[in-house]
């Protein structure tokens, strides 16, 4: 697998012992496996090894691509750790676990694996692009859902609710993230989670929502009007529309993001 090699590349030019994945999205990228209770893929330059809890393993030995051994508790993994003095870790580890590798592994020295896993997953593999557009169709879905659900006098919370459970009919693991609906002025507010406000005649209605799909993630957001807008709203939605033809027109390689956002905003202001 050319992903775990790269790893392997790794440990052999920076002289470290082994290396130990254990979020989620990383797991599933170099296994295919990423348990619901938790995972630690061990790379060294001779193998790789998924330990999973005992009640992981039957599943995570049907899904792996590697080999699977089961661990009954932490101290068992701690002691399978202890043949290593030097570990290349993720940055998403936490101080705990890191201090109970010192602790209880004897680990000496960790050294980050942050840039190797980032530019092995900047450029998507064929399949990956696949997955990807699986959970925009999701969301696709999902605004499609929100928009036939949105009227005058349902509240934000059940159009919601409708939409996330429509995207997991239709085969999403979940929300990539709370779905939002909102309504009115708080239309306005960018991360206003769906409440119980009654939606009324004349709001617009922004719809923020995702789908999560074998650890990718789709985003999109889409604003309506419930009933005819007013020339307010015409002029802000045409604005709007006005800065993102902008941005795309004059987007380009190596821009920065904030120079991009910049050319955004002077249409606005």
């Given at each position: 697998?050319?992903?775990?090699?790269?790893?392997?590349?790794?440990?052999?030019?920076?002289?470290?012992?082994?290396?130990?994945?254990?979020?989620?999205?990383?797991?599933?990228?170099?296994?295919?496996?990423?348990?619901?209770?938790?995972?630690?893929?061990?790379v060294t330059l001779e193998e790789e090894t998924?330990?999973?809890?005992?009640?992981?393993?039957?599943?995570?030995?049907?899904?792996?691509?590697?080999?699977?051994?089961?661990?009954?508790?932490?101290?068992?993994?701690?002691?399978?750790?202890?043949?290593?003095?030097?570990?290349?870790?993720?940055?998403?580890?936490?101080?705990?676990?890191?201090?109970?590798?010192?602790?209880?592994?004897?680990?000496?020295?960790?050294?980050?694996?942050?840039?190797?896993?980032?530019?092995?997953?900047?450029?998507?593999?064929?399949?990956?692009?696949?997955?990807?557009?699986?959970?925009?169709?999701?969301?696709?879905i999902g605004v499609m859902t929100a928009i036939?659900?949105?009227?005058?006098?349902?509240?934000?919370?059940?159009?919601?609710?409708?939409?996330?459970?429509?995207?997991?009919?239709?085969?999403?693991?979940?929300?990539?993230?709370?779905?939002?609906?909102?309504?009115?002025?708080?239309?306005?507010?960018?991360?206003?989670?769906a409440s119980d406000k009654r939606i009324e005649?004349?709001?617009?209605?922004?719809?923020?929502?995702?789908?999560?799909?074998?650890?990718?993630?789709?985003?999109?957001?889409?604003?309506?009007?419930?009933?005819?807008?007013?020339?307010?709203?015409?002029?802000?939605?045409?604005?709007?529309?006005?800065?993102?033809?902008?941005?795309?027109?004059?987007?380009?390689?190596?821009?920065?993001?904030?120079?991009?956002?910049?050319?955004?905003?002077?249409?606005?202001?």
């Open positions: 697998m050319r992903r775990i090699e790269s790893i392997k590349k790794y440990l052999e030019e920076n002289e470290v012992d082994a290396a130990l994945i254990t979020s989620a999205p990383n797991l599933f990228y170099f296994t295919n496996a990423a348990p619901l209770v938790g995972g630690y893929l061990v998924l330990l999973v809890p005992e009640l992981e393993y039957e599943q995570a030995k049907e899904e792996a691509k590697v080999s699977v051994e089961k661990f009954k508790k932490m101290d068992e993994l701690y002691e399978y750790l202890k043949r290593f003095k030097s570990l290349a870790v993720e940055g998403t580890m936490n101080v705990s676990f890191s201090n109970a590798l010192k602790e209880k592994a004897g680990i000496k020295e960790f050294k980050l694996l942050d840039d190797v896993i980032k530019d092995l997953r900047m450029i998507k593999s064929e399949e990956e692009i696949k997955l990807i557009k699986d959970a925009c169709r999701l969301a696709d036939e659900e949105i009227s005058e006098g349902r509240r934000e919370k059940e159009v919601a609710a409708k939409v996330e459970y429509v995207m997991k009919m239709e085969g999403a693991e979940k929300p990539a993230f709370d779905t939002i609906i909102a309504s009115g002025h708080r239309s306005a507010l960018p991360h206003w989670v005649k004349g709001d617009l209605v922004v719809m923020d929502l995702g789908a999560l799909y074998r650890h990718y993630n789709s985003d999109i957001t889409r604003t309506i009007v419930v009933g005819s807008p007013n020339e307010k709203q015409k002029e802000i939605y045409e604005i709007v529309l006005e800065a993102q033809k902008k941005s795309v027109k004059e987007a380009r390689p190596g821009m920065t993001a904030k120079e991009l956002d910049s050319i955004a905003r002077k249409v606005i202001e």
